[in-house]
């Protein structure tokens, strides 16, 4: 049965950086996430411990499973949406396949709304390992002829902690970026988006932020208002994804299969998975 479409919404935030060690950007978040929610909405940020802090696949894959597992106890929780915020979004297709709540991808929404206030739009990552993964992410989500390019800055965890709390080490990052922008308005970009919700909400109380004419976009703004308007068209219509192709419907066997302990996956041997190092 569909839910009030006034009722209260909840919202799970899942943020991949530790909430203790990198508090300056969790406190920051929550409180621009309070400032921007609508009347009734509520948003809740959870982190993940270890954080995404190696920039490898490997990290976003544990990372990924994590974010699924969260996602599952989000909708068993009565959670209205899941957001992940990580603009890389690894776990999408897995949690939108399987929870019967909206699944919102801070990079997916940052991209599709990019391409409704703008012909094409340009990425800055955070570090040049991410280049190939946001051009994989680009060809995934169809939209490489609105694609000017991807390019990198370079950040690790410990500066944008800094550039939180430190105006010079904010404005530092901000030319940073800015070097960045201008082969990409050059490729034809009239948006810019900061790739990753660190740049995002470090530059997000600069707005309008404009460079040479292109609109940097505010993507914490963005996967909220994506969010709010999922959950209000889930309610209208009942629906949170198309069953009918990619997010077809995990079956209940599927979701304790993924859930089971490691303790009881075992071969035909007996012997025990491999323990983490």
């Not at 991410?130 to 000017?148: D, K, M, N, S, T």
């Not at 299969?257 to 490691?262: E, I, N």
Request: charged residues 25%; glycine residues 8%.
């Amino acid at each position: 049965m569909a839910k009030d479409p006034k009722a209260p919404i909840r919202i799970w935030y899942q943020s991949f950086v530790d909430p203790v060690e990198q508090a300056p950007y969790i406190d920051r978040l929550c409180d621009r996430l309070r400032r921007l929610a609508a009347p009734g909405v509520t948003v809740d940020v959870i982190g993940i411990a270890p954080p995404d802090r190696f920039f490898h696949p490997l990290t976003e894959f544990r990372c990924a499973d994590q974010t699924i597992r969260n996602a599952l106890t989000a909708e068993r929780e009565g959670y209205d949406a899941f957001v992940i915020g990580h603009f890389q979004e690894p776990g999408l297709t897995e949690c939108r396949g399987t929870l019967d709540i909206p699944v919102i991808g801070l990079g997916e929404a940052a991209t599709h709304f990019a391409c409704s206030i703008g012909r094409r739009f340009g990425l800055v990552t955070i570090d040049p390992v991410f280049v190939p993964w946001h051009e994989e992410q680009i060809v995934r989500h169809g939209l490489e002829r609105r694609c000017a390019g991807v390019r990198a800055i370079t950040a690790d965890l410990p500066r944008f902690m800094r550039a939180f709390t430190d105006r010079g080490e904010r404005e530092s990052m901000r030319r940073d970026f800015a070097a960045q922008v201008a082969p990409l308005i050059a490729a034809g970009a009239d948006v810019l988006i900061p790739a990753g919700g660190l740049p995002m909400l470090l530059f997000a109380e600069e707005q309008p932020f404009v460079i040479s004419g292109a609109i940097v976009l505010e993507g914490i703004a963005t996967v909220l208002k994506t969010a709010e308007m999922a959950v209000a068209m889930h309610r209208v219509t009942g629906t949170a994804a198309s069953r009918g192709g990619l997010y077809g419907k995990a079956p209940a066997g599927a979701i304790a299969d993924f859930l089971a302990p490691r303790e009881a996956m075992r071969d035909r041997t007996g012997a025990a998975p491999p323990s983490s190092p």
